[in-house]
């Protein structure tokens, strides 16, 4: 099962045996107390992360319980072919709640959307959904593939 939560502008995912935070005002990711904030390839405790830079930002993908999630910090970048591959099958996508990242969502296949940011609500709305703020999104068997499911956590 897969969980995440919002503490603090400190976003959280809880898997079976590992915890990763991730800072949304200092864009930077921990799995544990591991540091990650380079390009390359990484694995620990069973998560495997890939960062990848473009345009000298980085872009975080994580396979968590055969689940891939993404991570968006950023929401200006050119939508070259290049990085638009990088995305991939996302399952999970945590982005900057921004009406600028609404433009990159939308060429974006998720199943789960997770806006974060003081703009999230503008973010949502932009894209006609009225969410109501929950606590958490635990992720307990597979995402159906018909509709993508927007998430508001608090």
Not at 14 to 43: A, H, M, Q, R, T
Request: no cysteine; net charge negative; aromatic share 12%.
């Amino acid at each position: 099962m897969i969980e995440i939560f919002n503490k603090n502008d400190l976003l959280q995912i809880k898997s079976e045996n590992n915890l990763i935070y991730i800072d949304i005002i200092k864009k930077e990711i921990k799995i544990g107390d591991y540091l990650v904030n380079f390009p390359g390839e990484y694995e620990k405790s069973g998560i495997l992360l890939e960062i990848k830079e473009f345009e000298n930002k980085l872009f975080y993908s994580f396979l968590i319980e055969q689940k891939v999630v993404f991570v968006l910090f950023e929401d200006n970048f050119e939508q070259k072919e290049e990085i638009m591959s990088f995305f991939g099958d996302i399952d999970i996508l945590l982005v900057t709640g921004t009406k600028e990242a609404v433009k990159i969502v939308e060429n974006i296949e998720s199943r789960v959307i997770i806006p974060f940011g003081d703009a999230k609500d503008i973010f949502l709305n932009t894209l006609g959904q009225h969410k109501e703020e929950v606590e958490n999104f635990k992720l307990k068997q597979e995402i159906g593939i018909e509709n993508t499911e927007f998430i508001n956590l608090k």
